[in-house]
C-alpha cells in the first residue's frame, strides 16, 4: 500500500524537527557554557523559531502516528492525543529552550526543586506521557524500526532530567522516525513481516 504524499511530508516535519530540535539543545548549551551574552543575538528569531519548531513536531507528530494509526491500537491514540497536547503545553515559546523545563543544577538555585515539581506536573502528564505510550505503541505495530521506537522512549524519559543535551537522543529518535516515513523505507517490509507472523 502506498503512502499518501501528506503522510510523507509529515515524515519530512519530523526530520526537519528532530534537526531543528538537536541546534536548539546545541545552542542552548552553548549559551550555558561559554557566551550567555549570545542570547540577546538570537533574541530577535527566538520566538518565531521556537514557534516553527513546535508546529514541525506537531506536524511531525501526526504523520508518525497516521503511517501506523491501524496498527498502533487504542494505546497509540491515547499516546498520539496525550503528546500532541503535551507538544502544546510545553513547546514554542523559546528555541533555545525548546523544552518548558528548569535545565539547572541543583546547586545553582535553591528553588530548584521546588520549580522542578510544578514544572513537570504540567510536563511530564502530557508531552512525556504521551510520548512513551507512543513509543511502546510503535513498539507493537513494528511499522518503523524498532531501535528508533526504544530510542525514543528512552530519549523522551531523559527529557525528565535536567541534563545538558537532555533532548538530543528524543530528536533523534524522532528524526530518524521521520526519515523513515519520508523515504518510505520500511513500507514493503512491513506487510512481509505481518505475514511472517501469520504464517
Known amino acids: 500500500m502506498k503512502l499518501e504524499r501528506p503522510v510523507r511530508w509529515g515524515g519530512l516535519a519530523a526530520l526537519l524537527a528532530g534537526v531543528l ?3 536548539s539543545e546545541l545552542l ?15 533574541f530577535v528569531f527566538d520566538g518565531v523559531l521556537g514557534l516553527l519548531l513546535a508546529v ?46 528548569p535545565v539547572v543544577w541543583p546547586w545553582e538555585d535553591p528553588e530548584y526543586f521546588e520549580r522542578t515539581i510544578a514544572a513537570l506536573g504540567i510536563f ?7 510520548w512513551v505510550l507512543l513509543g511502546v505503541a510503535t513498539l507493537r505495530a513494528r511499522v518503523y524500526p524498532r531501535a528508533s521506537a526504544m530510542l525514543l522512549i528512552a530519549g523522551t524519559l531523559i527529557l525528565l532530567l535536567p541534563l545538558p543535551l537532555g533532548g538530543v537522543i528524543f530528536a533523534a529518535a524522532v528524526a530518524w522516525m521521520g526519515y523513515v516515513l519520508f523515504t518510505g523505507r520500511g513500507e514493503e517490509e512491513a ?9
Open 21 to 23: 530540535l538537536v541546534v
Open 28 to 42: 542552548r548549551l552553548y549559551i550555558d557554557l561559554v557566551d550567555p551574552d549570545f542570547y540577546r543575538s538570537v
Open 56 to 101: 514541525l513536531v506537531q506536524l511531525g507528530l501526526v504523520g508518525l502516528y497516521a503511517r501506523q494509526a491501524g496498527s498502533a491500537g487504542t494505546l497509540g491514540l491515547v499516546g498520539f492525543v496525550l503528546a500532541f497536547i503535551g507538544v502544546q503545553l510545553s513547546m514554542g515559546s523559546s528555541f533555545v529552550d525548546a523544552f518548558a523545563k
Open 124 to 130: 511530564a502528564p502530557g508531552f512525556v506521557l504521551g
Open 191 to 199: 506487510p512481509q513481516r505481518a505475514s511472517h507472523e501469520l504464517g
